[in-house]
């Protein structure tokens, strides 16, 4: 790794070595053309250092060593050591924890703490989808007395994944894990803007015993190397988390080129429902949670707050006392809770659209600016007197903004939580079961949390309705992402079984 390295220090971690290559075929190695780009710190806005960037060519390089693993010595892998490869990267996870989470820290912002929780949760990810490597199983189906059929689960093939900035190792793992397990290979693109712990991460596949070229790490820009991937010829499958304008992009990729196999798993509006017999203490606890955590910057971030009106104006003067104990700053500090948004062309984004929420006439709460002089901060930011078809309800900010409503009853709850195009989550806060339930059943949103937010859990599928997506991350669901079924159909007779 020669050159491919450089010394960076965090107030976590200390000292240590960041990969700045590509890593194909179980080697950091130099971009073709000689390529790199720079990679910004979003505290403070310098230089954190620069790595390789992949173009076409180089993603042509990596899908060539991820096809000839796949034909070659992988394809006859047994399912168990998949699931070790898997289970040791997971104690690598646990092992170099604090790295990992100093690493996402330092070029995504996010608190340290938050950052832990992170790198704990795809350690949990690799070891749970390292359980299911040895049962996918296939079945046998009777039919006729001389016929014998058996229908087997394959894997795809060489699979595209391309993972966002706001958890960058999180969807890492959710992304490789049941890859992996299904017996693919993989030619993984991490995001621009972050791309330091994909690489550390990458830096342990080895160590695991993954042969080479089953995993293949690459940073590059989603317009070259990202575009690259869904559009190559010889990827069997992309799985892409990002944007819905994105995602359409690369829908039309796929289907322009083989028309290889996609799953999405995009952008979200979600509706956080308060009850008036809920307890309001512990629901304004995870609304809070629900849009603030990680900056606002979650897909399933819970934007979209909708109070029964016999409480609202309690819940309003509680929730703006609550955020406002949120503390913003430094991501390294132990107390901080939000730390900068990602980039300056996020930062710009969030700020345009809080100020069309002011010009649209709604209230602002709190919050409402940015946060110091240096860095990419922005206060936690609560509009009311909003009305349905202002931007800032209806359109993702991916940032720490909300609006918050009032709504009668039940049907009125219903109604605006499914006025929108996205349905990623939701959630109910209650103290009746059956109200719950109704509701829970009625919104068209692929998870819907009850008297909580955000608890995902690798276990649990998660994915979206309408343009929140296709497909399921997580929990066995996820296993049919990676598959493909296979029908056997064995006609009896004295050729075959004498």
Not at 34 to 40: A, D, H, P, Y
Not at 76 to 97: D, H, I, S, Y
Not at 127 to 154: C, H, L, Q, S
Not at 421 to 436: C, E, I, M, P, Q
Request: hydrophobic share 40%; proline share 4%.
């Amino acid at each position: 790794m020669s050159g491919l390295s450089v010394s960076l220090e965090t107030p976590h971690s200390g000292k240590y070595d960041q990969p700045t290559g590509l890593f194909i075929n179980n080697e950091f190695v130099k971009a073709v053309d000689g390529k790199t780009f720079e990679v910004i710190n979003p505290s403070d806005e310098s230089v954190i250092c620069s790595v390789q960037e992949a173009t076409e060519k180089d993603v042509d390089i990596a899908v060539a060593a991820a096809r000839k693993a796949f034909e070659g010595p992988w394809r006859k892998e047994t399912p168990e050591n998949r699931g070790k490869f898997l289970v040791n990267l997971a104690n690598l996870f646990e092992k170099n924890l604090d790295l990992l989470a100093a690493v996402e820290s330092l070029d995504n912002g996010k608190a340290i703490s938050m950052a832990k929780v992170d790198i704990s949760m795809c350690a949990g990810c690799l070891r749970y989808y390292g359980g299911w490597a040895d049962k996918i199983e296939g079945k046998v189906v009777d039919t006729t007395p001389d016929t014998f059929n058996y229908i087997r689960k394959e894997p795809i093939g060489v699979c595209g994944q391309i993972i966002p900035w706001n958890f960058p190792l999180l969807m890492w793992a959710w992304k490789i894990g049941p890859a992996i397990a299904c017996g693919n290979t993989i030619v993984l693109k991490s995001a621009e803007q972050t791309p330091l712990g994909a690489l550390v991460a990458a830096s342990l596949i080895k160590e695991a015993g993954f042969p080479p070229g089953v995993i293949n790490i690459i940073s590059g820009f989603g317009k070259v190397a990202g575009a690259a991937i869904a559009s190559h010829m010889d990827v069997d499958k992309v799985a892409f988390t990002g944007s819905t304008v994105v995602g359409r992009q690369i829908m039309k990729a796929a289907a322009g080129s083989n028309l290889k196999k996609v799953t999405l798993e995009l952008g979200g509006k979600s509706p956080n429902i308060v009850f008036e017999d809920a307890d309001i203490d512990n629901a304004i606890s995870w609304v809070n949670f629900g849009i603030f955590f990680n900056h606002g910057q979650c897909c399933c971030a819970g934007s979209r707050i909708y109070v029964q009106e016999s409480i609202y104006d309690k819940f309003v003067q509680k929730f703006k006392e609550r955020a406002a104990k949120n503390v913003v700053g430094d991501p390294f500090a132990k107390d901080t809770f939000q730390g900068p948004q990602v980039s300056k062309i996020q930062f710009d984004r969030i700020m345009n659209y809080i100020k069309e929420g002011k010009d649209a006439g709604a209230t602002v709460e709190t919050g409402g600016n940015r946060k110091g002089d240096k860095g990419f901060f922005i206060e936690p930011t609560i509009f009311s007197n909003v009305t349905e078809d202002m931007k800032i309800v209806q359109e993702e900010i991916f940032g720490p903004v909300c609006s918050i409503s009032k709504f009668k009853n039940k049907e009125d709850a219903i109604r605006v939580g499914n006025a929108t195009t996205y349905g990623l989550a939701a959630a109910v806060h209650t103290s009746n079961l059956n109200t719950a339930i109704e509701v829970s059943n009625a919104l068209k949103a692929g998870t819907v949390w009850v008297n909580s937010y955000n608890t995902l859990h690798h276990q649990m599928p998660f994915g979206g309705f309408k343009e929140s997506g296709i497909g399921r991350e997580l929990g066995e669901a996820a296993l049919d992402n990676y598959t493909q079924t296979k029908t056997v159909s064995i006609r009896l007779g004295d050729a075959l079984f004498g």
